[in-house]
């Protein structure tokens, strides 16, 4: 029985190595590309844009590399085992077939492929409809710092949902004006415009303190309107502009940006 030489391990062992290696990459790179989609999504937000696409693709690819990667290492370390073992029985080890890392190349080739169609097209996707988006906030917060969010629900659906999430968070609800409603006891007719004046002690004296110029635009406001085709809007003053009309710091920004997740939280 021909006993195997020590530099025959150490191969085996550099090549196992070696699609270990590769192996961590493909995990690595699945969930960089994984948390890509969530990204887009968080900039949108800070952009104070509305996500057209879900990137939910991004998630599959990254997972299929990550599953992929899974595979390679316990592949190889079966294969490694297996080679040992006949290295110590005397065995003569057959070369062995370049099918595994040639499917390897082409998988990764393909997946290479489908994401560069896919960051292709969802950019062509986003700018096609940039106009209608821009109208909707992007225009909207550089002129004047208001944004409006349409809501899929009507005024009094809104303002209830605004009502019941404002309760649950523990926020005080200070004033809920319903212009529209006054008007109509003038013997005005006005489409549906209700206004609701909230916010926190513990969130605003901070604030105040810090600028107190700021306490004009304090508490928070929320404005739910009707425009004349019957579609509802959500406005607030967006809290970037907030920031640099009182030079707020920007530490402090996260105690007026609750107003942009309510504002979403009741448009939904």
Known sequence: MQTADLRDFLAAERTVLAWIRTGLALMGF????????????????????HPLQPYGLSLWFGTTLIAA????????????????????????????????????????????????????VVPNSTRSHSGSRKEISVTSTVDKGIINVPSHHSVDQSVEKLKAILQAKGVALFALVDHSGEAEKAGLQMRPTKLLIFGSPRAGTPLMLAAPSIAID????????????????????????????????????????IVETLATQIAD
């Not at 699945?30 to 844009?49: C, D, I, M, P, S």
């Open 30 to 49: 699945g969930f960089v590309v994984a948390r890509f989609g969530l990204f887009l999504q968080e900039f949108e937000v800070v952009e104070h844009t």
């Open 69 to 120: 990667g899974v595979i390679v290492n316990v592949f190889a370390g079966w294969h490694h085992v297996r080679l040992v073992r006949e290295l110590n029985h005397g065995e003569a080890v057959r070369s062995r077939s370049p099918v595994r890392p040639v499917v390897i190349a082409l998988f990764l080739a393909l997946v290479g492929l489908a994401m560069a169609i896919y960051l292709v």
């Open 218 to 257: 304090l508490p928070l406001k929320i404005l739910v309107w009707e425009d004349t085709q019957g579609k509802v809007w959500v406005t607030y003053n967006s809290p970037a502009y907030l920031q640099q009309r009182h030079s707020l710091p920007p530490e402090l920004l996260q105690n007026i940006a």
